[in-house]
């Protein structure tokens, strides 16, 4: 089964990055629909900053530490949403890398995802999820998605370079046309999130359909 999945997923790779590219002016678009005058956006801001304030005062070793093992979680995850056993995930004794191994033959979102793909504030998202059933949201909720998002930013900033392995298979023309927008559709669904959770993050997919579905009769009244 995890072959046949792999075959769909790797015939997408290029609409996918069509997709993303195309997105692009519909994210930067959304965020004027944003209100950044909320306690929940301040309070989002503030758990960012506290993030880049303690990793500063971090072992550098316990950093890149923490960052290859997100890195190869991330990877796991994908493995195991594509239906792949998970065999290892090793770090190096130095910090000069991780690896992973599955079952399987793979596919190219399984390497791409932890360089969009922000796994520690998506579990958080579905511990929100359930704390919601039985507590009421306050801004410290905003606080903590704050501190995972600016990981996951400094995560991924700190890892795209030529030197990656992972870049350079799933090739760089469609890294430059797939991570950009793919890294702003995260935010602003992070954004979306912190807003009014997940019913937020659903109506902000609605608004990406209706501002792409705009833009594409912009660009048709353009050419005719």
């Not at 519909?26 to 306690?39: G, L, P």
């Not at 979306?192 to 609605?206: E, P, T, V």
């Amino acid at each position: 089964m995890s072959d046949v999945l792999d075959k769909i997923i790797n015939v997408l790779k290029w609409p996918a990055a069509v997709l993303a590219l195309w997105t692009l002016p519909a994210t930067v678009q959304s965020f004027d629909y944003f209100s950044f005058r909320s306690i929940y956006f301040l309070a989002l801001v503030g758990g960012f900053f506290t993030y880049f304030v303690g990793a500063m005062s971090m072992d550098s070793g316990a950093k890149t530490s923490m960052q290859i093992i997100a890195h190869e979680l991330t990877h796991s995850f994908f493995a195991l949403l594509t239906l792949h056993s998970v065999k290892h995930i090793r770090v190096a004794d130095d910090n000069s890398g991780g690896s992973m191994g599955f079952v399987g033959k793979g596919n190219w979102l399984i390497i791409i995802a932890p360089y969009f793909f922000p796994l520690f504030c998506f579990i958080y998202m579905i511990g929100v999820l359930i704390y919601l059933r039985v507590m009421p949201a306050n801004w410290m909720m905003s606080l903590f998605l704050g501190y995972f998002t600016g990981y996951h930013v400094d995560t991924v900033l700190s890892q795209i370079h030529d030197k990656q392995t992972d870049l350079k298979e799933v090739g760089y023309p469609f890294c430059c046309i797939f991570l950009p927008g793919a890294n702003l559709w995260v935010l602003g669904s992070l954004l979306a999130f912190n807003s009014k959770y997940w019913d937020g993050l659903m109506a902000y997919q609605h608004l990406l359909r209706k501002l792409n579905i705009a833009n594409f009769d912009y660009v048709l009244n353009l050419l005719f």
